[in-house]
């Protein structure tokens, strides 16, 4: 067995927040990395014999505490949500690869229980080019053993604010290992209690990962203990089932206990995982391009679904209320007039000013602009406004022009508010829409904001040649809100080339997508688009966007997501030509 230094480190995530982490490093330096996540309640000094007995020697192990576990910050099993813990996983990756100097793309990932919960959405979410993904007893459906737990932990929550809630397991639930039991019990970084606003966040996401799982394609192997006291094996089962992923694993250890990596007869799942990692690190990534997954593959089939006749009656009673009382509704009657996708709609919904006519058009008005996607919607305007911001004061920083550029602006609000915020800094802005009234009502308002730098035009967001002529050149384009409208590859393609010709090498892209909805199917069934058709839409998997953007000549500097996993800003950078 090779040794291995261990150190001890510190990192700063995302929000500055300093995150302890262990590191067994080989003697010599390797471009491979395999990185762990602990279960809840637990720390990453836990991995120190599991290390061992995998007995990789040319590999660099790293392993963290995650906020409010171990020796890193935070109050004991508390996070703002499950998403601030997938920001945290990013933070992390991005570390070892700028700290330790290992790619993304020699990375393998090995997650248990909650742990592995968390990264199963951070590569659903993130998309990142890993090697490959261990999961060992995810947390898809904790058995709560309490009939209605969900829904009264959810009324708890919402009548008494936040709280936590003790963990029934003891160390006897999680191995027959009476040593291990043992040592569980007697370590004092090891506690019960987990939030409860973390519990109903993991209930939530691991809902959408197990309706999405197709939309992973990272090599990955499950481990699966048969006699889980902690956890729901169905679900599990259900997850890897759906996966897409051309490389997949699943092994099942008769009569084990949810912690397989302490129980009596470990050294199993740890060959197991050994034998995988191995494989992953000295293989190439087999992944299948996702550059025509608008023509086959799961979203394609959901888009097929969603356009053919049908649903229940719930969505025909839907619609005939927002046809009749719902035009009470300003946002309802806007909607209905000028499509539900539409630009002056999405300014509306920025404003989130609830008006109707009648106190009940008041109340309707109030409940659509409170629906998730809507909510989701605001929070990407937020994220798009910081990707922006950064990008202009990074390039006002190196003393390079500042030129935006617009491809499909709507009025174009996020924009010129953006531009208003940063007057110190000289740029101009070109906003082009192939609606005339979208283009009025931003002149409209770069007038009552002041603003004079700020150009509009009519145009084609997806004329490769038109974009690719446009002067000056732009240093940062925005796309956002509008590839996730067309469901073809073929013009999102062609106009990224374009964005690909003007864009200065070395500018920046900030582009959105949207890889899940929970209201999908009720918008293709009730709403209609801007053209007065069923507002039907595929749904892009981020890696399948990324890959879109990557193949036109950009390479992706980060992202942000909101906490539903509905919507994504990404912010890339032209290669130099």
């Keep these: 067995m090779a040794e291995l230094r261990v150190s001890e480190h510190t990192m700063t995530s995302w929000d500055g927040t300093a995150l302890f982490y262990r590191a067994w490093l080989p003697r010599e330096a390797t471009d491979k990395a395999l990185l762990l996540f602990h279960r809840g309640h637990e720390h990453s000094a836990r991995w120190q014999e599991i290390v061992e007995r995998l007995d990789l020697p040319d590999v660099a192990v790293f392993a963290w505490d995650a906020r409010g576990h171990g020796r890193s910050p935070g109050e004991r099993g508390s996070a703002e949500s499950l998403a601030v813990l997938t920001k945290d996983v990013d933070a992390f990756v991005r570390h070892v690869e700028a700290n330790h100097g290992i790619p993304t793309e020699n990375t393998v990932v090995m997650a248990h229980s909650v742990g592995a919960v968390v ?161 992953r690190l000295d293989a190439a990534i087999p992944r299948r391009s996702l550059v025509d997954a608008d023509r086959s593959g799961p979203s394609q089939a959901e888009y097929d679904r969603l356009q053919a006749p049908g649903g229940g009656p719930q969505f025909a009673v839907a619609r005939w209320f927002l046809k009749t009382a719902g035009r009470l509704s300003t946002a309802v009657q806007l909607g209905w007039r000028a499509g539900f996708d539409s630009g002056v709609m999405l300014d509306y919904v920025y404003e989130n000013r609830p008006q109707g006519v009648t106190p009940l058009g008041r109340l309707i008005d109030r409940a659509y602009l409170g629906s998730i996607g809507w909510r989701g919607i605001r929070l990407r305007r937020r994220h798009m406004e910081q990707a922006l911001r950064a990008v202009i004061e990074r390039l006002h920083a190196e003393g390079r022009p500042v030129h935006l550029l617009d491809i499909a602006s709507g009025p174009g609000r996020y924009l010129l508010e953006t531009i208003r915020s940063l007057t110190a800094i000289p740029m101009t802005a070109l906003l082009r829409d192939y609606k005339p009234e979208n283009i009025a009502a931003g002149r409209r308002l770069a007038t009552e904001l002041g603003l004079t730098n700020v150009t509009f035009e009519e145009g084609d967001a997806f004329e490769r040649a038109a974009l690719g002529n446009l002067h000056p050149r732009p240093s940062v384009a925005v796309v956002s809100g509008l590839f996730e409208l067309f469901p073809e590859n073929a013009p999102v393609r062609e106009s990224l080339r374009g964005l690909a010709d003007v864009i200065v090498p070395g500018g920046y892209l900030v582009y959105t997508n949207q890889p899940y909805h929970p209201q999908l199917e009720f918008i293709a069934r009730v709403l209609t688009n801007r053209e007065g058709r069923p507002w039907v839409m595929r749904r892009r998997s981020q890696a399948e966007m990324d890959e879109l953007v990557r193949a036109a000549g950009f390479t992706k500097l980060g992202m942000e997501i909101d906490p539903w996993g509905i919507f994504t800003v990404s912010t890339a950078r032209r290669l130099p030509a």
């Design 119 to 279: 990264v199963a959405a951070w590569v659903h979410d993130f998309a990142p080019p890993i090697r490959g993904l261990v999961l060992a007893t995810p947390a898809f459906r904790v058995r709560l053993y309490v009939p209605f737990a969900v829904p009264l932990l959810r009324a708890r929550q919402a009548l008494l604010g936040p709280g936590h809630v003790k963990s029934y397991v003891k160390a006897r639930m999680l191995t027959h290992d009476p040593v291990e039991a043992e040592r569980y019990a007697r370590d004092e970084l090891i506690f019960r209690q987990i939030a409860v606003n973390v519990l109903l966040d993991l209930h939530d996401t691991s809902s959408r990962l197990l309706d999405d799982a197709s939309a992973i394609d990272v090599p990955t192997l499950m481990l699966v203990a048969g006699a889980d006291w902690v956890v729901d094996r169905s679900a599990q089962r259900r997850f890897f089932d759906g996966l897409s992923s051309p490389v997949k694993e699943i092994h099942t250890y008769p009569g084990f206990f949810h912690a397989i990596f302490h129980e009596r007869d470990r050294q199993r799942p740890i060959e197991d995982a050994r034998r995988f990692i191995r494989a």
